[in-house]
């Protein structure tokens, strides 16, 4: 009677190493990890993309806008008979949280918008393409990266990146 040998073959503990390897590439990549900085970027340039939008929108429908701003979340509102209302018809203008670990300061005409003054967070659209000036500034909570948002009165928003060149 002759024994098998009992174990594994290297071949086929190759194999699963390969299929182990393959699968986990798999999770990681799924799970999305993306650093502060990719959050912070993709934020300040989703914000700088609506509120150009809605400028634009305001333009096209002859109706003021406006974008509020509590220091964490912001929503669209139109205004409606002398009433801002916030902006159902379309899930684009949805009001938005920041993400976790950011933080942000809207200064608008030149006020910096402090708690006291939470009514006033607001800054306007209007329907001759006109905005209100505004500078939003988004760090992380390290204070490693920094967004800026800005604004003219002639409707022009841009995104900037505070770039650290000491590393």
């Known amino acids: 009677m002759k024994l098998r040998p009992t174990g594994f073959t290297?071949?086929?503990?190759?194999?699963?190493?390969?299929?182990?390897?393959i699968t986990l590439s798999f999770v990681v990549l799924s799970l999305g990890l993306r650093s502060d900085r990719d959050i912070l970027a993709e934020e300040a340039r989703r914000i700088a993309t609506l509120m150009q939008l809605a400028s634009?929108?305001?333009?096209?429908?002859?109706?003021?806008?406006a974008m509020q701003f509590d220091g964490t979340a912001?929503?669209?509102?139109?205004?409606?008979?002398d009433r801002w209302q916030a902006m159902t018809a379309d899930d684009?203008?949805?009001?938005?949280?920041?993400?976790?670990?950011?933080?942000?300061?809207?200064?608008?005409?030149?006020?910096?918008q402090t708690s006291a003054t939470a009514s006033a967070r607001l800054v306007y659209f209007y329907s001759s393409g006109e905005i209100s000036p505004f500078q939003l500034s988004l760090q992380d909570s390290q204070r490693k990266?920094?967004?800026?948002?800005?604004?003219?009165?002639?409707?022009?928003?841009?995104h900037l990146e505070e770039t650290d060149d000491a590393g």
Do not use: C, M, T
């Open 10 to 21: 290297l071949l086929e503990l190759l194999v699963v190493l390969v299929i182990v390897g």
């Open 56 to 65: 634009e929108e305001a333009v096209v429908q002859g109706r003021e806008l």
């Open 74 to 81: 912001y929503r669209f509102l139109v205004l409606d008979k």
């Open 92 to 112: 684009i203008w949805r009001e938005r949280r920041l993400p976790a670990g950011l933080d942000a300061e809207l200064v608008v005409e030149g006020r910096s």
């Open 145 to 158: 990266y920094r967004h800026y948002v800005n604004g003219d009165a002639q409707g022009l928003i841009r």
